[in-house]
């Protein structure tokens, strides 16, 4: 028996407690936080602001919009509710609060276990101030799922994702948004205007935050903002039909009907249709140009645009397009390109390229900090990664005229300013020193100015949004000036013209997103384009124009769901001379424009003042006490036999602290006895980089058998004894169990390259009971238990250090490009002694839109006695498919064939090789063969081979020889597989393959359900 057990543990892997995972990104966790806490009668901000007026200013931020949100939820926060923030978006990446893995284009995250609010602070005070009034909506949300009657947080299933997040951006926004009723817009202009339904189904082509917002503005505009509160209860309670119906009297259908008339009827009456056309061509002329053409950057000379795009359909990537042709000459940057980079910034960044047109400087995730890169453009490789200590992360550089200089918007402390860097001293210069934001900096030709967008007029004149103007900076006096017009309208993105004469820049100041030229000498602007829809990038200030020195300009158009690029000369485009005071939103009101009950939500955003008295907030010490985030059960159930009674069933606990540094996970399980009980603790460490954990824990393995045989039995009748006949029917129930403590350390070195390493010790031991069944004539007559003498227990040790990499990115249903590799030693001590090496890699070429993959694997176990154990096995799923066990047990006995027997089959150690070509089947239009919204499938072309052998095997590849002198060879096999993604996270995998080596058939039927490679 206890040979048995040591194979089977050996057998299925007997790994370090707490083992991280095979493969997976990291999240890098490069410097801790020294966060304090600052309470406010509703709020508990934890941050790190080394001023602390900055914290106070956000937290009196945070009570004007709860304010607002009160007002409308009727809602009351009784405890403090937390908010951690990060003094910038490479920070927030690096939360332990929220699990997984934070893009760059996540604003903030609230989590409903413990109601945090976690955010970075942002370049400018508008962009901080949505992202804090966004999430601030999604805590009332969970408050009220959690404390409303005959709610939970369970109910959040009965909310679709669009009323959600599109509340929390009409609560935030309000009516009155340029950047959702451009959105709007386009659906009428390309007649995909659509229902509610669509909303639920299509979430990829219905954004549920543009769509959600309008949704609401709607609702909101018809029947009040009263009917905000009892229209999510009601719908989190009974769902969205019967919400419709019992509170508004309408149903799905009609009020998509609705919805479209409002914005149809306004539109029509405004010509939107017969608006003006898109100045220019089209300037890609790629057969897959991407939906997303972002961030343009054109050469000084006009030759080349290097520019953002998901062309490739897994990440967003920078691409050099060649203008005279309008093909993209190459990819410049990727995450799987360089695998020191975490992420690209693709928000409301762009690239700048040198005066010769050689290189280009753009910024990238390194380290957890945004900061500049500069691009060898014809190689492609990173020249110079520019690591400035005196910000917290860049944005938007701009190269000099000259080439000796980097000018770009530095964010330090959650104030962002203007910064020159000197390329040729390696130092950096600040150029602003006040409250005002300043970003998107880019220079006059003659190297004298520096133009930029700030909120400077909007803070000097106390608006209550923080819209953003232009302002001028004098590189020699320091001295700024101040373009105050179209009051109340964002105007951003600001170019010089290349005589220096004017300034190009965009402006929403009409309602929709226009380009206009602003005459420095006079004064005079002139609006260029009326477009229907809008020039612009991903969120309202992302940079969409850029010039060359002969008067080039690329702008970004967003038309039938895309972002465009059209470029034309500056000499195309028509003047019309407007107002600096001609400011006229109508256009950018959400549907009913004309009509609006919503009196609360706009009255309010414009602006509830709070005043908190200076006694109000309060520093305290940062307590890490920990809380119960989650508790989840499977069940319970008791039962009773003659053997005893029996209960089942088992509880999960989360614990962390506030922040995330600190998690402990707790499982209690029971099935069976008391006996059969098993739990585990595990605490894990990621405060710093170095992640650490420990792991104790206490497994019963159950296992039996059943014997029937002859006996007789001792029976008293009438006073006299006798021995009666009997069958015994005899149930051996055992349990081996194993109490184990182990440690992982996890050492990230970037988001795709880690070290692990891991150490446990498990003690092993028996217990066994026989239970037994007297039958006479088939009636049972007796039943006996005994405890049985079991064998002694025993010990195991294991450890191992791996060195792990992985930038891959995931298709339908498998990795689709990028690599994977795991390089790991380890060992076992005690009962087994022996060593262990695994070699794992794995690499995937994109071809749009089919994936050659290969994988090169090795698993070994040396010295000790590693050849005494159970062997390794070529046919295990996942390896070389069709000599698996369930295909071939039956094929195996009788060969005749030694490369396809167990002898060839089995050993201590294993090479495997596999090849595919995976064809996307059914899913996304964009990237599979089939356009499908359900089912993920990819279609798979596989080739793999694999050899098993003991330490002292002779290898040959030479079948014949090999059987003759009992070598090992190789085997081989080949077919064709479908891959379906279940639930997204299941992967079935049903094959057909043609085992090379094999005789007795053509071809098996097999079935994975395991990960793809």
């Given at each position: 028996m ?5 194979l089977?543990?050996v057998?299925?892997?007997?790994l370090p ?9 990291n999240?890098v966790?490069?410097?801790p936080?020294d ?10 901000l934890?941050h790190y ?6 914290a ?5 931020s ?5 304010a607002?949100?009160?007002a409308?939820?009727?809602d ?7 908010i951690?923030?990060?003094?910038h978006?490479?920070?927030f ?8 893995l934070?893009d760059v284009?996540?604003?903030?995250v609230?989590e409903g276990l ?5 955010m ?5 005070r ?19 799922l ?8 369970q109910s959040?299933?009965?909310l679709?994702?669009?009323m959600?997040e599109?509340?929390?951006?009409y609560?935030?926004?309000?009516r009155?948004?340029p950047h ?15 229902t509610?339904?669509d ?8 954004f549920?935050?543009r769509?959600g917002?309008?949704f ?5 505009g018809l029947w009040g903002d009263?009917?905000i509160r ?5 719908t989190?309670r009974?769902?969205l039909?019967?919400a419709?119906?019992?509170l ?7 009020f ?6 409002y914005y149809?009827?306004?539109?029509a ?10 100045v220019?061509?089209t ?10 053409q972002l ?9 080349y ?19 005279q042709?309008?093909r993209v ?6 995450t799987d390109?360089?695998?020191h ?8 960044t ?5 005066p ?6 753009f ?5 957890g900090?945004?900061?500049?890169i500069?691009?060898?453009v014809?190689s492609?490789?990173i020249?110079t990664?520019i690591?400035l ?9 701009a190269w ?9 918007s530095g964010?330090?402390q959650g104030?962002s300013?203007?910064y020159?860097y000197?390329?040729q001293n390696?130092e950096?210069?600040?150029l602003?020193h006040d409250?005002a934001a ?7 030709p003659?190297?004298?100015l520096?133009v930029?967008a700030t909120?400077?007029v909007a803070?000097?004149?106390?608006y209550?949004?923080?819209n953003l103007n232009?302002g ?5 006096s320091?001295k ?13 993105n ?7 004469r004017s300034?190009?820049f965009?402006s929403?100041?009409d309602?929709f997103?226009n380009?206009?030229?602003y005459?420095i000498?006079s004064g005079?602007?002139?609006q260029?384009t009326h477009?229907p829809?809008g ?7 992302s940079p969409a124009i850029?010039?060359?020195?002969q ?6 158009y967003y ?5 465009r690029?059209?470029r034309?000369h500056?000499?195309?485009f ?11 939103l109508?256009a950018?009101?959400l549907a009913?424009?004309?009509i609006n009950?919503?009196?609360?939500v706009?009255r309010?955003?414009a602006?509830l003042a709070v005043a ?6 309060h520093?305290q ?16 159930g008791?039962?009773?036999s003659r ?5 089942a ?6 614990f962390?602290?506030?922040l995330g540094?600190h998690q402990l996970?707790?499982s209690?399980g029971l ?9 585990s ?7 710093r980089?170095l992640n650490?954990?420990?792991?104790i824990?206490h497994?019963?393995y159950r296992f039996g058998?059943v014997?029937i045989?002859?006996?007789?039995l ?9 021995l009666?006949p009997v069958d015994?029917v005899?149930?051996d ?8 403590i182990?440690?992982l350390?996890?050492?990230?070195l970037?988001r795709?390259?880690r070290?692990e390493?891991g ?8 217990n066994l009971?026989r239970?037994k069944?007297y039958y006479?004539?088939?009636?049972a007559?007796?039943?006996?238990k005994e405890q049985?003498k ?7 040790y294991s450890?191992?250090l791996?060195?792990?990499g992985d930038n891959s990115?995931?298709g ?5 490009r990028g690599?994977?590799?795991r390089?790991?030693?380890g ?6 002694e022996y ?13 749009r839109?089919?994936?050659?993959a290969?994988r090169?694997y090795?698993?070994?176990?040396y ?8 062997p390794l096995?070529l046919?295990f799923?996942g ?13 195996l006995?009788?060969s ?7 002898d060839n ?5 294993l090479?495997v ?6 064809i996307p089947?059914?899913g ?9 919204n359900?089912?993920p ?6 080739f ?12 040959t590849?030479d079948e ?12 081989w096999?080949?077919?064709i597989s479908i891959r379906?993604?279940l639930?997204?996270q299941i992967?079935?995998?049903?094959y057909y393959?043609?085992?090379l080596?094999?005789?007795?058939i053509t071809?098996?039927?097999g ?5 793809a490679?």
């Open positions: 206890k040979k048995t057990w040591l089977l543990l057998l299925f892997g007997v407690s707490g083992q991280a995972q095979y493969f997976g990104k999240k966790r490069y410097t936080f966060f304090r806490v600052l309470l406010s009668p509703h709020f508990e934890y602001l080394k001023d602390s007026s900055r106070a200013e956000f937290l009196q945070a009570e004007q919009w709860y607002i949100h009160q409308v939820f009727a009351t926060f009784h405890q403090p509710n937390p951690i923030l990060y003094n978006h490479g920070d990446q690096q939360t332990g609060a929220i699990s997984g934070i284009g996540t604003g903030g609230t413990k109601n945090r609010v976690v970075p602070l942002m370049f400018t508008q962009e901080t101030e949505h992202v804090l009034g966004h999430e601030l909506v999604h805590a009332f949300q969970y408050h009220i959690k404390n409303e009657d005959n709610l939970s947080l959040i299933q009965n679709p994702l669009w959600v599109g509340l929390a951006e609560l935030s926004i309000g009155i948004d959702t009723a451009l959105w709007m817009r386009d659906t009428y202009m390309h007649d995909y205007f659509p509610l339904d909303l639920d189904r299509k979430p990829h082509i219905y549920p935050y769509y917002q309008s609401w503005a709607l609702l909101a009263e009917i009892p229209f999510f209860v009601y989190a009974y769902g039909d019967a419709l119906k019992d508004l009297s309408t149903d799905r259908q009609a998509s009907k609705l919805w479209k008339e149809h009827e306004y539109y009456s405004i010509g939107l249709k017969q608006g003006q056309k898109p220019g061509d300037l890609l002329r790629d057969k897959h140009p991407g939906k997303m961030s343009p950057s054109l050469s000084p000379d006009g030759r645009l290097a520019y953002l795009s998901e062309r490739d359909l897994f990440s967003i990537d920078l691409f050099l397009v060649d203008m042709s309008g000459v190459r990819r410049l940057l990727s390109k360089e695998g980079i975490d992420a690209l910034s693709y928000l409301e762009a690239g700048s390229w040198s010769d047109g050689q290189q280009l400087a910024v990238a995730y390194i380290k900090k945004p900061q500049p500069i691009i060898d014809q492609g490789k020249k990664r690591a200590q005196e910000v917290e992360a860049a944005n938007h550089p000099s005229p000259d080439g000796r200089f980097l000018a770009l964010l330090r104030q300013d203007l020159v000197d390329l390696k950096l210069r600040q602003t409250a300043q970003i998107q900096p880019a220079w006059s003659d190297g004298r520096l930029f909120d400077a803070l000097q004149k106390g209550a949004k923080a232009i001028i900076y004098d590189v020699e320091g700024i000036h101040q373009l105050d017009f179209f009051a109340g309208a964002d105007n951003l600001p170019l010089f013209t290349p005589d220096g300034i190009l965009l929403d100041r309602g997103r380009l206009y030229r005459h000498a005079r602007i002139e260029l477009l829809t020039i612009t990038g991903v969120t309202a200030l850029t010039i060359d020195s008067g080039q300009l690329v702008y970004i038309e039938n769901k895309s972002y690029l059209y034309a500056l000499s195309d028509t003047a019309q001379e407007v107002s600096p005071s001609a400011v006229d109508t950018a009101t009913p424009v004309f009950k919503s009196k609360i706009n309010l955003i602006r908190l008295p200076a006694d109000s907030l520093a010490p940062l307590r890490r006490r920990f809380q119960l985030g989650y508790i989840g059960n499977t069940g319970i008791i039962g009773t053997w005893g009674t029996g209960i069933g088992g509880v999960v606990m989360l962390s602290d506030i540094d996970f707790a209690l099935n069976g006895t008391l006996l059969d009980a098993g739990a603790v595990f605490y894990l460490n990621q405060r980089r650490w954990g420990v792991q824990s497994i019963p058998n014997g045989f002859a006996d007789t001792a029976v008293v009748v009438n006073g006299q004894k006798s009666l015994v005899q149930y129930l055992g349990r081996l169990f194993e109490e184990k182990g440690g350390l996890a050492y990230p970037s795709s390259l070290w390493a150490i446990s010790y498990a003690r092993y031991h028996y009971q239970f069944t006479y004539f088939g009636q007559i007796a039943q006996s049985v079991t064998p002694p227990g025993f010990q195991l450890g191992y791996a060195y792990v990115f995931y339908l249903a498998s990795p689709a690599w994977r590799y390089f790991e030693w060992f076992n001590a005690g009962e087994f060593q262990s090496a695994l070699l794992d890699y794995r690499r995937y070429w994109f071809v839109p089919f994936t050659f290969i090169a090795h698993l070994g176990r010295g000790g006695n590693s050849q005494s154990i159970t096995y046919g799923p390896l070389v498919r069709g000599y698996d066990n369930i295909a071939y047990q039956n094929y006995s009788g005749s064939n030694y490369a396809a027997s167990i089959l089995y050993g201590s150690r090479a090789f596999n090849a595919e070509w995976r089947l059914l996304p239009r964009s990237y599979a063969l089939l356009g499908s359900f089912l499938a990819e279609l798979n072309l596989f793999d081979g694999g050899m098993a052998w003991n330490e002292g095997s002779r290898w590849i014949k020889e090999a059987s003759q002198k009992r070598a090992r060879v190789p085997v096999s080949t077919g379906f993604a639930f997204g992967v079935l995998e049903p393959a043609f085992a080596q094999r005789n007795d071809g098996t039927f079935f994975n359900l395991l990960p490679w």
